[in-house]
C-alpha cells in the first residue's frame, strides 16, 4: 500500500496558476510539509525560480539550488518533501525520467547541509508529483531515497481544507558558547568543514537533551496532545503553544572512544550568543519524542545554516572580512526573521544580515518561496528584545537552566546609548525563554 499525502486546498489553485502562466513546455517546482509515519501532509507549493535566461529544459543544477535556498527558510518540522513537475501529456514517460533524477539529486544536496541523519526507521519516501499541463490531473508516486536504485511507488494525493491551522509549536531558546579550534593548514574554503566537524560533540549533546514542555516533564512516548481542547464547532485541536527548556544531561554518553590529539592551531573560531527556535508538529496523535526531535533539529539547522551563510558571504566578499595579520574579529551572523505563512498554522523564516534592510527579506520570500510578504508580517524583534533581555541571567543552584531576570535600569547601567544588540555576548550554553538572539562570530588569529 503506497502512502497518502493530505494537501493544503491552497496548493491546488496555486498549481493550476503556475501552469496556466508559465508559458513553458516543463514546470518545475518543490512540495513543502511533514512527514510522519501514518500519513504526510503538504503545505505550499513552490515553483522553481526563474533564471535569466529562460529555457525549456529542465536544469537541474538550478533546482537543487533553489531546493537548498529554501529547506533554510523552513523551521523544524517541515521539510522539502519532493518535487513537482508540470508537463504536456506527450512528455509524460520523459517526464518520470526527469522527475527521478530531482528527487534524488534535491535530497542528496539538502541532507549534506545537514548536522543530523535521518534515523533508518524514519520516513525516507519523497514525492515525485506529475501533472499534466493541458487536464491538470496529477500522478503522484514517491522514491526510497535511502535506495539509489528503488522503482516509483504509487501514491495518493488528497486535498484538505485547514490542514495545519492547529498545528502545535514548540519554541525554546538555546544559548550557544562554543570555540572550535582551526588547523594551521586550512585553506578558507575549508572553514565551513572546520565548523561542521568541530560541532560533533554540541550536536550529540543537544540530541541527548531532556526537555520540559509547559514547565512539566512528559514521557517520550507519550501522546503530545493528550488532554488538549479541541474547537466546539469541529474536531480540530485549537492550536496549542508548548515553551521548551532543554536541559543538558548531567553525564554525556559519547560513541567515540575518548583519545588525545594534538594538532597545530592557527586560532579559534568561536561561535556565541543565543538563537532562537521554533517546530511545529501535525495533530495525527503525535508524540512527545517526535515533537521534540523536530525541535532539536532546528536548534541543529539554524546554528549550521547561520554559519554557512557568513562563510559564503566571506568567500563572495573576503575584503569585507579580517585582513592578514588582525588578532581577533567579530562579525555579528544573520538574524533570524520570521513571517506567517498565509492559509496555514505555520510560519516560515529567512536570515537578514547587519546591513540588510526588510525589502531584502521580502525580494528573497518572492524570489524563492513566490510569497509576497509585507513588512509589518516579518516578525524582526523576536531575537532582538529578547537578546537584551537575557543579559543579566542568574544561574539556579541544582539547575542546569539559565533563567533571564533583567530589569530596565540594570540594562541601562549595563549598555551605552548606542548599544547595538546584534554584538551582545552570552555565556553559558543552554537557557529558556522567549525568543532572542545574538549570536557572534569571531576568528581568533594567534600572531606568529
Known sequence: MGRTYFVEDSVEQYLQNILDTSGKACVTGLLIGQCSPQRDFVLLAVRTSPKETQSDEVDE?????????????LPGGLAVLGVFLGAAPELSVQAQNILRRLVFAV?????KARLWKLANDEVHDRVALNISSETKKVLCRTFDVKDPKSSAKPADWKYQTGLSASWPVLECNVEVDLQVPVPADFANRELDKCIENGLKEWVRLIQQCSCILNGKVMGLDKDLLDGTKKKASSQQFVQQPFVVQLLRPSKFKTDDRSTALVQKSSGTVVLKGVVHCKAYIHTNKPKVKDAVQALKRDVLNTVAIRSQMLFEDFLLNPEGYTEKGARTEEYPLPKRVFVPLAGTGVMICDYMFKDEAPKDIQFRIKELLDLDVKED???????IDSAIKLAPKTSHPQSNIVVAEPETSQLLEMFPDDYNPMQ????????????LFAVVFSLLFFSD
Open 61 to 73: 543544477e538550478w533546482v537543487v539550488e533553489h531546493a537548498t535556498q529554501v529547506s533554510r527558510m
Open 107 to 111: 535530497e542528496k544536496s539538502i541532507t
Open 377 to 383: 508580517q516579518l516578525d524582526m524583534l523576536l531575537e
Open 424 to 435: 551582545l555576548k552570552v555565556g553559558v550554553v543552554i537557557a529558556a525563554g522567549v525568543a
